[in-house]
């Protein structure tokens, strides 16, 4: 039986934006104790979803990001990678879009359909500049 990684890919995007503890539980599931985490280049790689939670509590807690609402510019899967770039919209708790940010990424999964690696890259100018304010 074949795996569908690509559907594996947007079913998990989807959960994010339902809510903030969706969010947090998506990347508990997605991640699991063993794939390994690439947020950002200038960030090191993590291991299993406990460090990646403290990534993304950083931007709950320092930007108010509590859904991200994900924009599929192109997605498709080579094997058991999927490829992609996107745009995450960062929400706010008032349901407000407040931050967009352009990303090109790849998840990388075994034959059982398990997430291994997950890379994103972008440019964090926009989010330095919001750290400023």
């Given amino acids: 039986m074949t795996v569908n990684v690509k559907s594996i890919v947007e079913q998990e995007t989807l959960r994010w934006a339902k809510s903030h503890d969706e969010l947090r539980q998506s990347y508990t599931d997605f991640l699991g104790s063993t794939a390994r985490y690439l947020c950002h280049p200038d960030i090191p790689v993590v291991t299993g979803s406990e460090p990646a939670l403290e990534?993304?509590?950083?931007?709950?807690?320092?930007f108010g990001?509590?859904?991200i609402e994900v924009e599929w510019l192109y997605i498709v899967a080579f094997g058991n990678d999927v490829w992609n770039e996107r745009i995450d919209h960062m929400v706010n708790a008032a349901g407000e879009r407040f931050l967009a940010i352009p990303i090109a990424?790849?998840?990388?999964?075994?034959?059982?359909?398990?997430?291994?690696?997950?890379?994103d890259y972008w440019d964090m100018t926009q989010l330095n500049a919001l750290a400023a304010q």
């Fill in 105 to 119: 990424g790849r998840f990388s999964f075994d034959d059982a359909g398990t997430l291994t690696e997950w890379h």
């Fill in 55 to 62: 990534l993304i509590a950083g931007f709950h807690q320092g």
């Fill in 65 to 67: 990001v509590e859904t």
